[in-house]
């Protein structure tokens, strides 16, 4: 009997046509091209358009100050270390990012790794076995759910930022054997939402389980010094774990994981993700320590509040024209947070990726989540806001989304031919 072929898949796969008729209608809302640095006005495919879908949340990837760092970084290393950190890879740089962000984080120590789904991989892969569990939020970044498989742990998922369904999970996975281990986003990549952190820090100590908060979208935006979510809650030091990246507001690329020494130096002779991968060039390195020390001024507190003070008047001006917008979350000294992430939800997938193109052809970048990324018939427009947003950016913005929707047509369907539901 002839073997399949491996690559029928490729060519038969379930989003083929809806791809195809994307394509052909200039609807494809990824892999547009950027011709310049990401601020809040940049040339995308020979057009200047005002950004609303970066994650340089604090606009630092063009400072004077983090430019030059990666110059000298690049000046005295070179283009590339050719090796892993566990063999050749690692500089006084590393060593010197790791220890300032222990500092920063408050921890005893931290690991840096070339990429911020590499931490997660490798620590949560790492620490975890078939005997362990992991209690996800259904919302946690797919890195999370990713290194849960490579673990071949226990999975044992819950409703967002449900916690009568995450007790419920805690309750059952203590007859599991093994240890256990809850994992959060602190500040969730679509939803724009927090965890509710004081809480669930109270249920893993009730149930014995350790925690561990992707900081991802919350180092550089919450709290006073920019650590976090745990950090704006007042549950650092309650916390086992956090993992945080240096893409969004650390103006580079890598990820580090900050915890307890033993954990620490048990990543770095254990995880795969860390010793089997080539070091991260020495300009991001560099980078990233400079722009976590802009983050540390003075400089860097106005921009961490300029920054939600820009979150606070575009999410006002969209739910004052009646956008479906996310709500700001309530923290337990009364005072409430909103997030640099902004989303609009639309509902349907094919209007959301009318909506955004309209938007796009006016000159407003955004991001589109679809489904799976959604729940079906929760495509949203991700808006998300940088510190160097000026008040005119927003209005811009504002401005644009109301018009698109006064042109769009209620119930916009797709091109002819093109199932409306899925992703493109």
């Known amino acids: ?27 494809l809302p990824y892999f547009r091209q950027v011709d310049g ?71 005893e120590e931290a690991i840096v790794y070339t990429t911020g789904y590499q931490a997660n991989v490798g620590c949560i892969a790492t620490l975890l076995g078939p005997g362990d569990t992991v209690i996800c939020d259904s919302g946690d970044h797919a890195s999370i759910l990713d290194a849960v498989y490579m673990s071949r742990a226990r999975i044992r998922p819950f409703r967002h930022n449900r916690l009568d ?39 893993c100590r009730q149930h014995g389980a350790r925690l561990m908060v992707d900081e991802a979208h919350g180092v550089g935006v919450l ?40 954990v620490i130096d048990f990543l770095r002779v254990q995880s795969r993700a860390f010793m089997f991968t080539a070091s991260a060039v020495p300009a991001a390195v560099g980078a990233t ?18 920054v939600l003070e820009n979150a606070r008047y575009l999410q006002g001006g969209l739910d004052a024209l009646g956008f479906d917008v ?40 955004a991001n589109v989540a679809l489904y799976p990324a959604v729940p079906p018939g929760g495509a949203l427009l991700r808006t998300s806001v940088m510190a160097t947003h000026e008040r005119e950016h927003l209005d811009r913005a504002l401005a644009a989304f109301e018009q698109v929707r006064e042109q769009l047509p209620k119930g916009s369907k797709a091109p002819e031919a093109v199932p409306t539901t899925g992703t493109t």
Request: negative net charge; aromatic residues 6%; glycine residues 12%.
């Open 1 to 27: 009997m002839a073997r399949p072929d491996l690559f029928e898949k490729a060519r038969n796969h379930d989003r083929l046509e809806q791809l195809a008729a994307a394509r052909e209608h200039d609807l």
């Open 37 to 107: 640095e990401p601020g809040p006005l940049v040339r995308m495919e020979g057009r200047q358009r005002l950004t609303l879908g970066s994650n340089n949340y604090l606009g630092l990837t063009g400072h004077p100050q983090v430019k030059q760092a990666a110059r000298d970084a690049l000046e005295a290393y070179g283009t590339g270390l050719t090796g892993s950190r566990f063999m050749n890879g690692t500089t006084p740089l590393h060593t010197e990012l790791e220890r300032e962000l222990a500092d920063w984080m408050g921890t």
């Open 165 to 203: 369904k995450l007790e419920k999970m805690l309750e059952r996975s203590e007859s599991d054997g093994g240890g256990a281990l809850v994992v959060v986003d602190g500040v969730f990549s679509m939803e724009g939402d927090l965890a509710p952190l004081p809480d669930i820090v109270r249920l």
């Open 223 to 262: 709290g006073a010094a920019g650590t976090g979510a745990c950090e704006a809650y007042g549950v650092s030091g309650e916390v086992d774990l956090r993992m945080g990246t240096f893409s969004k507001s650390l103006a580079s690329c890598g990820g580090f994981i900050a915890g307890p020494a033993e």
């Open 289 to 306: 320590l400079g722009a976590l020390r802009v983050i540390r001024s003075e400089e860097g507190r106005e921009l961490l509040a300029r």
């Open 326 to 365: 996310v709500q700001p979350t309530a923290m337990p000294d009364g005072s409430d947070v909103l997030t640099p992430i902004v989303p609009v939800t639309i509902g349907d997938d094919w209007r959301a990726v009318l909506f955004w193109k309209a938007l796009y052809d006016s000159g407003v970048y």
